[in-house]
């Protein structure tokens, strides 16, 4: 028996009303889903009302066969390969939708282009990977088939305000369709103010997520057990409300949501439990194809933030793909595990911490909400790219004490400033990870900013730079340091205490605890051994940053 079985006729007749049915995916379909950035129109002769039925990975030296309706991708053919033109005959004469192809394109691409009377070509982005590509076209054109649903529904279906709308005509009551954690999806239409409405409803429709009061009743009394467990309608009688019979969403045995409904004047009929279960069922197909539309994205969004941090990818479709608007402020921040003493876990442990430390940043920021942003995972360290607008501290705090609490990983933690343009994304990174390094051997606070931090960013760069040019640590400093471990003396501890002091030769004589005549007498001898004038202001600032510089102190 199919699912529309399940669903009466007056649930069918009101999807169709709601979404017309169309046969297959089109071209304009995948340009607005896919979203700017990924695929540009180079020419498209036949429209962009051109129906796709799959997407086709092209590689000249294992070539796939091409369908009517298919969307090339040239994986093996470079846009300014020679060979495109021969593609492009070969994709129009199997009557192919379009081709896809890495830019810059060379001429000859775009004059046989034009030439052909059927196939489109589309541009991809030479930092866009095509396997990401390829996987957010095969939903792109999964979603864009209701025909794909029709075959297990046999109803083309709507959104879920639409389904709702239509169960709520066929149940004859109000409907409501929650996620897991009861926040609500979807509601019939009518508003919450309806005869058939309580102020159960009404809150939660106005809250987006049920009463606290309601929340505690079905937690303390087992009724959220009972949905989670159950297959069938269940009877909920809220304090309160009105009674509600309940089915969950399920794929399989994964709860994914649930389906409330509240029976109006004609009661729960003999059909009641049929229907109920048919429209979770349906509930399902729309909930799944969210959910791996959303995964799809989020990915792209992981790789396009990966290949930016790195320097290799490209800031403007990253951007593109946020829809961040020209000179929108963003911020970078990171969050690295520290394991101290302990041994390193299996790759597969440590594989699935960071995706479970990836899903609470990308919960606490708002990004499974829809906020525009990226997390990805590198290494030891995810990286956040969020809104510069609000405080960032308090949910990166709230990230770290998650972590400690649900996952048992101790965190250390940097705020970026806010930053225009994505093309400083690298440079933003190192910053990030400088931070991370002075909060991971207690040279910082475990949750900081690099605006906190400043001085000690400015010395740890400068450390970097010396690492890469030696010379800038050569001099007096140098020549003192080599005095010191031939003589035993110590000079350098002398001066540092001197410097630390801001050359007061009281305070410094307190720290080193001798008297003010010796410390004189000692600043006097390594003048004289190395040449170093402590009143010169250029020469005393050099062997201050050289000595604070120096590795081994």
Same mark, same amino acid.
């Given at each position: ?125 030479? &930092? ?148 109920? +279960? ?33 320097? /290799? ?9 946020? /829809? ?99 093309? &400083? ?52 400093? &140098? ?6 471990? +031939? ?9 540092? /205490? ?56």
């Amino acid at each position: 028996m199919t699912l529309a079985h399940n669903l009466p006729t007056t649930v069918v007749t009101s999807l169709r009303a709601a979404r017309p049915i169309r046969r297959w995916a089109t071209l304009r379909d995948l340009l607005v889903s896919t979203g700017d950035g990924m695929l540009d129109v180079i020419s498209a002769p036949a429209g962009l009302d051109v129906p796709v039925r799959r997407a086709v990975i092209w590689d000249p030296t294992c070539p796939a066969a091409v369908d009517p309706g298919d969307i090339v991708l040239a994986v093996g053919v470079s846009g300014a390969s020679p060979d495109g033109v021969e593609l492009l005959d070969h994709a129009a004469g199997e009557g192919a939708a379009a081709v896809a192809v890495k830019g810059p394109l060379r001429r000859s691409w775009i004059d046989a282009a034009r030439e052909q009377p059927a196939v489109a070509l589309l541009e991809v982005p030479r &930092e866009l990977g095509w396997d990401q590509l390829h996987a957010t076209l095969r939903t792109s054109i999964a979603v864009g088939q209701p025909d794909i649903v029709d075959e297990l529904t046999e109803a083309p279906l709507g959104d879920l305000g639409a389904l709702a709308d239509a169960a709520a005509a066929a149940l004859d009551g109000p409907v409501e369709i929650v996620d897991p954690a009861l926040r609500l999806l979807a509601f019939s239409s009518g508003g919450p103010d309806g005869e058939d409405s309580d102020e159960l409803r009404l809150a939660w429709i106005l809250a987006r997520r049920p009463p606290s009061a309601f929340l505690e009743w079905v937690r303390s009394t087992g009724a959220l057990q009972r949905l989670r467990d159950a297959y069938e309608p269940v009877r909920l009688d809220p304090p309160g409300g009105r009674p509600r019979s309940v089915v969950p969403i399920r794929a399989g045995v994964d709860v994914l949501g649930y389906v409330l409904h509240s029976p109006g004047r004609q009661g729960c009929g003999a059909r009641h439990t049929e229907v109920l +279960t048919g429209v979770a069922r349906a509930a399902a197909a729309h909930v799944v194809r969210q959910r791996v539309g959303r995964d799809v994205d989020r990915r792209l969004c992981a790789d396009l933030l990966r290949g930016a941090l790195d320097g /290799a990818g490209s800031p403007a479709v990253l951007a593109r793909r946020l /829809a961040l608007r020209d000179g929108e402020p963003v911020r970078l921040l990171g969050f690295e595990v520290v394991r101290s003493g302990a041994r390193a876990p299996a790759s597969a442990t440590a594989h699935r911490e960071m995706g479970q430390l990836v899903d609470l940043v990308a919960l606490r920021f708002g990004l499974a909400d829809g906020v525009p942003g990226a997390v990805v995972a590198l290494g030891s360290c995810v990286y956040a790219l969020v809104p510069a607008d609000g405080e960032p501290k308090a949910p990166a705090a709230d990230v770290a004490a998650g972590a400690a609490r649900q996952l048992g990983l101790s965190l250390v933690a940097a705020i970026g400033a806010a930053v225009s343009d994505l093309q &400083e994304l690298p440079a933003e990174r190192a910053e990030i990870d400088r931070v991370l390094v002075l909060g991971r051997h207690g040279n910082g606070p475990v949750l900081s900013t690099s605006e906190e931090l400043r001085s000690a960013l400015v010395l740890a760069e400068l450390g970097e730079l010396a690492r890469e040019r030696p010379r800038l640590l050569q001099g007096r400093i &140098e020549r003192l340091r080599e005095i010191d471990e +031939t003589c035993k003396t110590e000079y350098l501890t002398t001066l540092r /205490a001197y410097f630390d002091s801001a050359c007061d030769l009281v305070e410094a004589s307190k720290r080193l605890f001798v008297h003010r005549n010796t410390l004189r007498y000692r600043l006097r001898r390594i003048q004289e051994r190395c040449g170093l004038d402590l009143g010169d202001p250029d020469e005393r600032l050099v062997a201050e940053l050289q000595l604070r510089l120096t590795v081994e102190r």
